[in-house]
C-alpha cells in the first residue's frame, strides 16, 4: 500500500484545511485509515481514524467538533477537513492505513504511512 498525503501549508488562527490521501496498490483488504499528527518535541499522536467495514469514526478529543474525517472508497482517498485552526494544530500529518489479519501469533496489523504534510497554524 502506498500513501500520498496532500493539502498542507500555512494558515492563520481560525482558518481551515483541507488534506487529502491518496492510497494505491493493495487496498482491498485495508482495515481501517487514520490522520496522525507529530509536533516538534512530541510523540505522534492519533487525530482521527475511520474503519472500513461500518465506517466507525474516532477522534482525538483535541480535535472533536473541529475536524471531520471522511473517505471516498471509489477514489481510495480519505479526507481531514481542519476548521477553527489553532497555533497547536501545528505538526505534521500523516496517513496511516491499517491491514488486520491473522497469523500464528493472533490478530496482527501491519501499519502503513505516507510521507506526511505540515501544517502551520499562525497566531
Known amino acids: 500500500v502506498q500513501l500520498v498525503e496532500s493539502g498542507g501549508g500555512l494558515v492563520q488562527a481560525g482558518g481551515s484545511l483541507r488534506l487529502s490521501c491518496a492510497a494505491s496498490g493493495n487496498t482491498f483488504t485495508i482495515s481501517a485509515m487514520g490522520w496522525y499528527r507529530q509536533a516538534p518535541g512530541k510523540q505522534r499522536e492519533l487525530v482521527a481514524r475511520?474503519?472500513?467495514?461500518?465506517?466507525?469514526?474516532e477522534y482525538a478529543d483535541s480535535v472533536k467538533g473541529r475536524f471531520t474525517i471522511s473517505r471516498d472508497n471509489a477514489k481510495n482517498t480519505m479526507y481531514l477537513q481542519m476548521n477553527s485552526l489553532k497555533p497547536e494544530d501545528t505538526a505534521v500529518y500523516y496517513c496511516?492505513?491499517?491491514?488486520?489479519?491473522?497469523?500464528?501469533?493472533?490478530?496482527?496489523?501491519?501499519?502503513?504511512w505516507g510521507q506526511g504534510t505540515q501544517v502551520t497554524v499562525s497566531s
Open positions: 496511516n492505513a491499517e491491514k488486520a489479519w491473522v497469523g500464528v501469533a493472533g490478530h496482527m496489523i501491519d501499519n502503513y
Open positions: 475511520i474503519t472500513s467495514g461500518e465506517g466507525s469514526i
